[in-house]
T-cell receptor, first 114, second 115 residues
Framework: AQKVTQAQTEISVVEKEDVTLDCVYE???????LFWYKQPPSGELVFLIR??????QNEISGRYSWNFQKSTSSFNFTITASQVVDSAVYFC???????????FGTGTSLTVIP | DSGVTQTPKHLITATGQRVTLRCSPR?????VYWYQQSLDQGLQFLIQ???????AKGNILERFSAQQFPDLHSELNLSSLELGDSALYFC??????????????FGPGTRLTVL
């Protein structure tokens, strides 16, 4: 079974629209960590955020915000007023406290149309 | 620029061959991680080294091996290559040992094409 599911394979939005990327995870650990990474067309993975399982506060960083809900095992990512530079593949990832492993979702390809 | 360097950028080889991918971590980072990104399997964690020692293993094939040298650079060796090994291989580094609490910084990747 997939530990991290990103059901949206591709999303296209028009510039300035808001967009939410979904991430659902599965773990039996009580301590775990969730991540979002951005992979622009250049290919390099860029770290965006890390949250631990004990901190359910939503986080906002500029136009980016993250909604962590343990009740639904989700860690969704919203981009407000999207820009062309946001076009990339976004990966959600999970690390459990045991095993020191890193599990990526299959990624969501976001295209922002000018 | 993450500070992690990988060489070569591109590698084209034939089935059955062996190749070595190289990674230099950010200055001060002791952990090196290797990942494979392919169309079939997505992004997969392969292996982690910390200060020269293997610390965690993911979905790494027996035909693949890695090591981390005293100067902390790492090499990923891929042997008896198959068409399915064609992928983008990423290296990442972090300061400490724990995948969970240390931010990983990724290199630009090495694109391997097996013909």
């Amino acid at each position: 079974a997939q530990k991290v599911t990103q059901a949206q394979t591709e999303i296209s939005v028009v510039e300035k629209e808001d967009v939410t990327l979904d991430c659902v995870y599965e773990t039996r650990d009580t301590t775990y960590y969730l991540f979002w990474y951005k992979q622009p067309p250049s290919g390099e993975l860029v770290f965006l955020i890390r949250r631990n399982s004990f901190d359910e506060q939503n986080e906002i960083s500029g136009r980016y915000s993250w909604n962590f809900q343990k009740s639904t095992s989700s860690f969704n990512f919203t981009i407000t007023a999207s820009q062309v530079v946001d076009s990339a593949v976004y990966f959600c990832a999970l690390s459990e406290d045991t095993g020191n492993q890193f599990y990526f979702g299959t990624g969501t390809s976001l295209t922002v149309i000018p | 620029d993450s500070g992690v360097t990988q060489t070569p950028k591109h590698l084209i080889t034939a089935t059955g061959q062996r190749v070595t991918l190289r990674c230099s971590p950010r200055s001060g980072d002791l952990s090196v991680y290797w990942y494979q990104q392919s169309l079939d399997q997505g992004l997969q964690f392969l292996i982690q080294y910390y200060n020269g020692e293997e610390r965690a293993k993911g979905n790494i094939l027996e035909r693949f091996s890695a090591q981390q040298f005293p100067d902390l650079h790492s090499e990923l060796n891929l042997s008896s290559l198959e068409l399915g090994d064609s992928a983008l291989y990423f290296c990442a580094s972090s300061v400490g040992l724990a995948v969970s609490t240390d931010t990983q910084y990724f290199g630009p990747g090495t694109r391997l094409t097996v013909l």
